[in-house]
């Protein structure tokens, strides 16, 4: 085959795991190695009046599009990058009387590009729409029928005097969308906004243990000098030393879950059987379904404090969807009861309940409680996780703030430290939650000298700040799974 290559990656093919991306020269941690802007991209149908159109940022205001009145932007940068990718879209939506759904608006907005620019390799791309996989075959019996209404709904909304297209072609576009769209998130990383199509990301094929971490970026035009400026796109870094002809990999899903159950997911959204080593040997099973040591509880208590995290997972999750906190943290705190003389600190039912736990009562402004189960928590995450995952450095961020607000100054600057020293790695030192940490790290490293220097006063401006302003308010809580790469209708 004829490689093709970009600075410092290269595709290939290897007869178990077909196409894959390679390094062609060394990488240390942090790295980065390739960026990438969006072939194209929309914002989900729930947000569209939330969430810039252009940068995915979610803003107080937004000035929406005076033609179609679907489509809002930050400011006029944001509205006039948009124009060539709105245009056709923007006449579209005024004749068919309202938007379609953001997959049809996703496959017309590719299509419309593949009109402009043709099928074949655009710029800086090392693979054509046309050659992303689909997986249209193995679509079970749903998929098929969805398939087909998205079909439907796509031919209603596609203006007659567009380039017309084979049904085929059509199927082959929702398929690429269905498995490669990349979910994108506000610039605070707290809710995912909207799904984009990244091909070169695409080539970068799944380890359960990956040597690189994909981040969406939403860019940047404050900058008074627009040579400043920078663009929405995502980031693949570098987690660790790739030595030059490694394959390059990223994780499509988390990996806090046993290596049976990583099998079922992967299988089922992305239709293959993962190999990695993590996976064959069954690495960290041990420590995720973890029970205590001494005293060693029966394997009959064992089971049944299982089912009952199960169950109460389930009555949590419903009363979280609700919005029904205090129910929320009752349940927590009596699965917790259950769960703490019999698991280990690092089994993934107690897990989820302390971070559940924490969440909602960080956001009941109950900080010590919330503190004292993010801790375990973290504890937890730490002998779990890559020590550079992007997961676990959000929640060591989450965690110190926690602590920060629960007034203890020592652990929750620590915190701030480490989380900031992974979010380097994975984030890079530009991204906006990163820049926020740095803020956070000055912020509590002169409260902590402060702390140190007089305890007293410490306390006392405290409470005099507490009374004097209102707290920083976590974000509300929501039900979204753990986030999953690739952003896919379960
Ligand atoms: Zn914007
Ligand atoms: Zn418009
Ligand atoms: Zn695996």
């Not at 007659?160 to 085929?168: H, I, K, L, R, V």
């Not at 299988?267 to 379904?289: R, S, V």
Request: hydrophobic share 35%.
């Amino acid at each position: 085959m004829t490689i093709s290559r970009m600075e410092k990656v290269e595709v290939f093919t290897s007869e178990s795991k077909g196409r894959g991306l390679k390094a062609t020269k060394e990488f240390w941690a942090a790295d980065l190695i390739f960026s990438e802007r969006a072939y194209s991209a929309v914002v989900f149908d729930s947000l569209t009046h939330l969430v810039c159109h252009t940068c995915f940022k979610r803003q107080e205001k937004l000035q929406r599009c005076g033609q179609c009145k679907f489509a809002h932007y930050c400011d006029r940068t944001c509205q006039k990058d948009a124009w060539l990718n709105h245009k056709n879209e923007c006449s579209a939506i005024k004749k068919h009387g309202k938007a379609p759904n953001e997959n049809i608006r996703l496959a017309a907005r590719i299509m419309w590009r593949i009109e402009r620019e043709g099928t074949g390799l655009t710029e800086g791309c090392l693979v054509s729409i046309d050659d992303l996989q689909n997986h249209v075959d193995s679509f079970g019996e749903e998929e098929q029928k969805e398939l087909r209404l998205d079909v439907e709904s796509f031919l209603h909304f596609w203006p007659p005097q567009s380039q017309q297209f084979s049904m085929q072609y059509i199927s082959h576009i929702f398929g690429v969308i269905n498995c490669n769209g990349f979910t994108l998130s506000d610039q605070r990383g707290l809710q995912a906004v909207g799904v984009g199509v990244f091909p070169n990301l695409c080539l970068v094929n799944h380890d359960c243990w990956p040597n690189c971490t994909v981040i969406f970026n939403n860019g940047n035009h404050e900058a008074v000098k627009s040579m400043f400026h920078t663009q929405m796109r995502i980031e693949l870094r570098a987690l660790g030393k790739i030595s030059e002809g490694e394959e390059l990999t990223v994780s499509y899903i988390d990996f806090l879950n046993v290596s049976a159950d990583r099998k079922k997911l992967l299988k089922k959204q992305y239709y293959f059987d993962c190999t990695c080593e993590h996976c064959e040997k069954g690495i960290k099973d041990d420590l995720f379904l973890g029970v205590k040591d001494e005293p060693k509880p029966s394997q009959d208590v064992v089971k049944e404090v299982i089912q009952f995290s199960k169950d109460a997972l389930e009555k949590i999750d419903k009363a979280r969807s609700e919005g029904v906190y205090h129910e929320v943290v009752k349940l927590c705190r009596e699965c917790l009861q259950k769960q703490e003389p019999v698991l280990a600190d690092t089994n993934i039912y107690l897990l989820r309940i302390l971070s559940v736990a924490s969440e909602v009562l960080s956001y009941l402004q109950s900080f010590e409680e919330a503190s004292d189960y993010a801790k375990k928590m973290v504890d937890g995450y730490m002998k779990l996780y890559h020590p550079n995952n992007a997961q676990l450095g959000m929640a060591v961020m989450r965690a110190g703030v926690t602590h920060w607000h629960a007034g203890l100054i020592e652990v929750g600057h620590g915190m701030i430290c480490k989380a900031y020293a992974i979010l380097l790695v994975t984030h890079g030192p530009t991204h906006p939650i990163t820049k926020d940490l740095e803020a956070m790290r000055v912020q509590s490293e002169m409260e902590l000298r402060m702390f140190r220097q007089n305890e007293f006063m410490y306390h006392k401006m405290r409470e005099a700040a507490l009374t004097n302003q209102k707290m920083q308010i976590m974000a509300e809580p929501n039900n979204d799974a753990a986030p999953a790469m690739f952003h896919k209708k379960q």
